[in-house]
Every structure is written in structure tokens, then in C-alpha cells.
């Protein structure tokens, strides 16, 4: 009876972890908005359009989660603060789900013209 106990537990444990990660792992801001606010304040001027080009740091895959997102464009060392009078943490989930939802730039040997100008090296 007790290893039933025991085994009960670990299962509803092990599902509930499991909740826990895929609930942290889909951004719970407004995609739409948030590519609002990323042309609104040109963030494209230095992460591009697709968040991996430009001068600016390359957001495409983000790998910070969106607690740490908000809190570096709080106090970022080299870009415009965006702090809470200027975007609200509402705003910041939008971001950051329009961010996590820009496609990764696709592998070098996936790239038809790259791999032209390889081959004729």
C-alpha cells in the first residue's frame, strides 16, 4: 500500500513538473501587440526585422526567459531603457512573445545562394 502511495505521488509529481515546464516555455504575452511594439519602437532599427540582423545583439533564438527579458530591458547596458513608465510589464510579455515567435535563421547548408557562392570557392 505504501509503494502505491509512493508511486502516486512521484507520478502526479512528474506531471506537475511537467506542466510547470511547458507552461514556462510558452510566452504568455499577445504576439500581435507585441510586434506592435516591436515596429513602434523600432526595435528593428538594430535587431532587424527578423530579430537576427542588424547592429544590434541578435535576439533570434531568445534564450533568456521572460522574467530576465523584462528585467534586462529594464536596465540594458547598451540600448535605450525601456523601463516601466515607458513600457509596462504587460507590454515586455507582448515582446517577448512576438520575439519567441520569430522563426531561427535556417542552418548555412539550408541557404540556396550561400551554398552557390561556397561551391564556386
Given at each position: 500500500?505504501?509503494?502505491?502511495?509512493?508511486?502516486?505521488?512521484?507520478?502526479?509529481?512528474?506531471?506537475?513538473?511537467?506542466?510547470?515546464?511547458?507552461?514556462?516555455?510558452?510566452?504568455?504575452?499577445?504576439?500581435?501587440?507585441?510586434?506592435?511594439?516591436?515596429?513602434?519602437?523600432?526595435?528593428?532599427?538594430?535587431?532587424?526585422?527578423?530579430?537576427?540582423?542588424?547592429?544590434?545583439?541578435?535576439?533570434?533564438?531568445?534564450?533568456?526567459?521572460?522574467?530576465?527579458?523584462?528585467?534586462?530591458?529594464?536596465?540594458?547596458?547598451?540600448m535605450p531603457p525601456y523601463t516601466?513608465?515607458?513600457?509596462?510589464?504587460?507590454?515586455?510579455?507582448?515582446?517577448?512573445?512576438?520575439?519567441?515567435?520569430?522563426?531561427?535563421?535556417?542552418?548555412?547548408?539550408?541557404?540556396?545562394?550561400?551554398?552557390?557562392?561556397?561551391?564556386?570557392?
Open positions: 500500500m505504501r509503494e502505491q502511495a509512493l508511486s502516486l505521488l512521484v507520478v502526479v509529481t512528474s506531471i506537475a513538473l511537467l506542466a510547470l515546464n511547458v507552461r514556462a516555455q510558452a510566452p504568455a504575452g499577445d504576439v500581435q501587440h507585441g510586434k506592435e511594439l516591436y515596429l513602434k519602437y523600432s526595435c528593428y532599427a538594430c535587431h532587424g526585422y527578423d530579430g537576427h540582423g542588424g547592429a544590434g545583439a541578435r535576439l533570434v533564438p531568445l534564450a533568456l526567459t521572460a522574467t530576465r527579458f523584462t528585467s534586462f530591458i529594464r536596465s540594458p547596458r547598451r516601466e513608465k515607458v513600457l509596462t510589464d504587460a507590454q515586455a510579455a507582448d515582446l517577448f512573445a512576438y520575439i519567441k515567435s520569430l522563426p531561427a535563421s535556417p542552418p548555412a547548408d539550408q541557404i540556396p545562394l550561400l551554398m552557390r557562392i561556397m561551391a564556386d570557392r
